[in-house]
């Protein structure tokens, strides 16, 4: 699984976590640092990306379209990188789940 980390979560990421999401990249590092929701939402799709975001923005378009892209919302606020990186680590089976599950969209992490 890739992810697309929105404008508001660090592109140390991408590295911190490549050896569980190989091929994730934050919106900057992809050229997107200044685009719609909708373009944003568009590459995700075209690139197989599931977006994560602290923002419910992409939740919302998320539970009108559904998916692809996926997302998942982060829920615990503005977090230190290393907080959101443990995050994600300590919910690795909940996300291959939710990744494997076709009906899902949008996944709440706390």
Not at 38 to 43: E, G, K
Not at 53 to 71: E, M, Y
Request: net charge negative; glycine share 6%; hydrophobic share 45%.
């Amino acid at each position: 699984m890739k992810l697309l980390f929105d404008q508001n979560l660090s592109h140390r990421l991408c590295r911190a976590l490549a050896d569980v999401f190989p091929g994730s990249e934050q919106v900057r590092q992809a050229g997107f640092d200044r685009a719609t929701d909708a373009a944003i939402w568009a590459f995700a799709r075209e690139q197989g990306y599931t977006i994560v975001t602290l923002d419910a923005d992409f939740a919302d378009i998320a539970a009108l379209h559904g998916a692809p892209p996926k997302v998942i919302w982060l829920r615990c606020g503005n977090q230190p990188t290393p907080f959101v990186e443990h995050l994600l680590r300590d919910h690795l089976t909940l996300v291959g789940d939710f990744e494997q599950d076709a009906d899902a969209s949008c996944l709440e992490l706390y």
